[in-house]
């Protein structure tokens, strides 16, 4: 069997931990020194989801713009522009530069380029930052940090997914605004403290990989009140 060809590697931001792209045919991985494989090419059906769960029910609205927290391989944003109008605004922050580089250079055929529609802006800052700093301003949220709340590669995730940066995404929703987040599994914890900083919330567990009975992942979907 062939192995996989290691192809770059990058320090994160902060903690310094070790991201590595690996490559094996058409297939791409990215791992991470304490957890292993962080992502793989060939299951992304649940980003689909996450993506089709936050940006369907307001995609009709006036002056729309989604947030995308965590680029990956790409997929999650191509899923939101894929449910965007022409005139959507699309953000997406990542906080690992050599991420961002990593889909123009080598993964960006996976997903279809979508680092390259005029409707996206890239921003190369933590999720968590831009939500707390453009207040009222999204229409959907979606959050794919890590393997989730209970999953962290980042010490600074804690505040994502404590009750600081849940408050921070409840505030920077419009009214009637959605949230959803990608887990690797279930958090009854996590659902608790959506729902004690005001959300709505719907818990789904969605198949990693569409057509097969492998892993299934745990999005929810958090709605803020006023819409």
Same mark, same amino acid.
């Not at 369907?56 to 191509?78: D, E, S």
């Not at 109008?85 to 991420?99: C, F, G, I, Q, Y």
């Not at 990608?182 to 567990?205: H, I, N």
């Given at each position: 069997?062939?192995?996989?060809?290691?192809?770059?590697?990058?320090?994160?931001?902060? &903690?310094?931990?070790?991201?590595?792209?690996?490559?094996?045919?058409? %297939?791409?991985?990215?791992?991470?020194?304490?957890?292993?494989?962080?992502?793989?090419?060939?299951?992304?059906?649940?980003?689909? #989801?996450?993506?089709?769960?936050?940006?369907?029910? /307001?995609? $009709?609205?006036?002056?729309?713009?989604?947030? !995308?927290?965590?680029?990956?391989?790409?997929?999650?944003? +191509?899923?939101?522009?894929?449910?965007?109008?022409?005139?959507? $605004? !699309?953000? /997406?922050? %990542?906080?690992?530069?050599? /991420?961002?580089?990593?889909?123009? %250079?080598?993964?960006? =055929?996976? =997903?279809?380029?979508?680092?390259?529609?005029?409707? #996206?802006? /890239?921003?190369? @800052?933590? #999720?968590?930052? !831009?939500?707390?700093?453009? %207040?009222?301003?999204?229409? +959907?949220?979606?959050?794919?940090? &890590?393997?989730?709340? &209970?999953?962290?590669?980042?010490?600074?995730?804690?505040?994502?997914?404590?009750?600081?940066?849940?408050?921070?995404?409840?505030?920077?929703? $419009?009214?009637?605004?959605?949230?959803?987040?990608?887990?690797?599994?279930?958090?009854?914890?996590?659902? @608790?403290?959506?729902?004690? !900083?005001?959300?709505?919330?719907?818990?789904?567990?969605?198949?990693?990989?569409?057509? @097969?009975?492998?892993?299934?992942?745990?999005?929810?979907?958090?709605?803020?009140?006023?819409?």
């Amino acid at each position: 069997m062939t192995p996989y060809e290691l192809i770059d590697t990058a320090r994160a931001p902060g &903690d310094g931990e070790t991201i590595r792209l690996y490559r094996h045919g058409d %297939e791409f991985s990215i791992r991470v020194d304490k957890m292993g494989e962080l992502m793989n090419s060939r299951a992304h059906n649940s980003e689909d #989801v996450l993506a089709e769960l936050a940006c369907v029910p /307001v995609a $009709k609205r006036k002056n729309v713009h989604f947030l !995308v927290g965590g680029l990956g391989m790409g997929y999650t944003l +191509a899923a939101a522009l894929s449910h965007a109008s022409a005139s959507t $605004k !699309v953000s /997406v922050a %990542e906080l690992v530069p050599a /991420v961002v580089r990593w889909n123009r %250079e080598y993964m960006g =055929a996976l =997903a279809g380029f979508p680092l390259d529609d005029e409707r #996206v802006s /890239v921003l190369e @800052q933590d #999720v968590g930052k !831009v939500m707390h700093d453009h %207040e009222n301003s999204f229409d +959907a949220i979606m959050l794919d940090v &890590d393997n989730g709340p &209970d999953g962290f590669t980042r010490e600074e995730n804690d505040g994502l997914y404590g009750f600081r940066g849940l408050n921070n995404a409840y505030d920077a929703l $419009k009214p009637g605004g959605i949230l959803t987040i990608w887990s690797a599994a279930p958090d009854t914890a996590f659902t @608790q403290r959506l729902m004690k !900083v005001g959300f709505d919330v719907e818990e789904r567990r969605v198949r990693a990989h569409a057509g @097969q009975r492998n892993n299934r992942h745990t999005i929810w979907i958090a709605i803020r009140s006023g819409g």
